[in-house]
């Protein structure tokens, strides 16, 4: 396994490590090509050597791939040698003072300001997550996204977007303090009440089977209203809707 710092030209694949081969261009954010990303410049902070190959082998045939490290030293460097517009940063890192993540990010911004940092772990555990968020990152996402996934949210994340798996919505939303709800939405106004309370709960996170039996409707029905909602909003997939219901505070 490495340690520290380490610029990065082609890495093999993992082997079945992370999700995701390659991608088309209508898998991809739809103002997006793959042409497009190629000046996103990305490190990758991950311990587990396999894991971070397989995300650098997903990422590298779209993406600038500048610099990878495992631990909370070589990772506080590397960022402050490459200075990346987009940082992959695991919570639980090896090193430094024990902080993790969270003490990368709290050392790397002074070093690399505008760099901006979304969280790929394993855990979704509310103290995990609320360290990293208050610490500075942008976004967090859990290891089981998709490549597809985790691509758009990247592009998010430098566009300055905040982005987060969905189910972790309603914690990520109680970490920021002080934002007032809007008290009239007109695009909210534009769905029905049954296609807001379906809105609410995909953008929780639930499954349509989950939302058909918390509704006692049929998944088709979900289907559609998420469809209508969807078409209503201008929005393209699940992951933009979560975020949008975010920005209200209405989750």
Same mark, same amino acid.
Do not use: C
């Given at each position: 396994?490495?340690?520290? /710092?380490?610029?990065?030209?082609?890495?093999?694949?993992?082997?079945?490590?992370?999700?995701?081969?390659?991608?088309?261009?209508?898998?991809?954010?739809?103002?997006?090509?793959?042409?497009?990303?190629?000046?996103?410049?990305?490190?990758?902070?991950?311990?587990?050597?396999?894991?971070?190959?397989?995300? $650098?082998?997903?990422?590298?045939?779209? =993406?600038?791939?500048?610099?990878?490290?495992?631990?909370?030293? #070589?990772?506080?460097?590397?960022?402050?040698?490459?200075?990346?517009?987009?940082?992959?940063?695991?919570?639980?890192?090896? #090193?430094?003072?024990?902080?993790?993540?969270?003490?990368?990010?709290?050392?790397?911004?002074?070093?690399?300001?505008?760099?901006? =940092?979304?969280?790929?772990?394993?855990?979704?555990?509310?103290?995990?997550?609320?360290?990293?968020? %208050?610490? #500075?990152?942008? #976004?967090?996402? /859990?290891? /089981?996204?998709?490549?597809?996934?985790?691509?758009?949210?990247?592009?998010?994340?430098?566009?300055?977007?905040?982005? =987060?798996?969905?189910?972790?919505?309603? =914690?990520?939303?109680?970490?920021?303090?002080? $934002?007032?709800?809007?008290?009239?939405?007109?695009?909210?106004? %534009?769905?029905?009440?049954?296609?807001?309370?379906?809105?609410?709960?995909?953008?929780?996170?639930? /499954?349509?089977?989950?939302?058909?039996?918390?509704?006692? $409707?049929?998944?088709?029905?979900?289907?559609?209203?998420?469809?209508?909602?969807?078409?209503?909003?201008?929005?393209?997939?699940?992951?933009?809707?979560?975020?949008?219901?975010?920005?209200?505070?209405?989750?």
């Amino acid at each position: 396994m490495m340690n520290g /710092t380490d610029t990065t030209g082609d890495e093999p694949a993992a082997n079945g490590e992370f999700p995701g081969d390659g991608l088309s261009d209508a898998e991809l954010s739809p103002s997006h090509s793959s042409e497009d990303l190629r000046h996103i410049r990305i490190a990758v902070v991950d311990d587990h050597e396999m894991f971070r190959a397989g995300v $650098i082998a997903t990422l590298q045939p779209y =993406f600038q791939i500048v610099g990878q490290a495992a631990d909370v030293e #070589g990772s506080i460097a590397m960022i402050g040698q490459t200075a990346p517009d987009v940082v992959l940063l695991d919570v639980h890192v090896p #090193g430094g003072e024990g902080g993790g993540g969270a003490e990368i990010l709290a050392k790397s911004q002074p070093r690399s300001p505008d760099s901006a =940092f979304l969280a790929l772990s394993v855990s979704d555990s509310p103290k995990d997550v609320g360290s990293v968020i %208050r610490a #500075g990152a942008r #976004g967090y996402v /859990t290891k /089981t996204i998709t490549g597809q996934d985790l691509m758009n949210s990247i592009i998010q994340v430098h566009e300055g977007y905040a982005v =987060f798996s969905p189910k972790l919505a309603g =914690f990520v939303l109680s970490t920021f303090q002080g $934002i007032a709800p809007a008290t009239h939405d007109d695009e909210l106004d %534009r769905l029905s009440a049954r296609e807001q309370e379906v809105m609410r709960l995909i953008a929780r996170g639930y /499954t349509y089977k989950e939302v058909a039996g918390e509704l006692f $409707i049929s998944i088709k029905t979900v289907e559609t209203h998420v469809s209508s909602v969807l078409r209503k909003l201008q929005l393209s997939n699940r992951t933009e809707l979560t975020r949008w219901a975010a920005d209200r505070r209405i989750v």
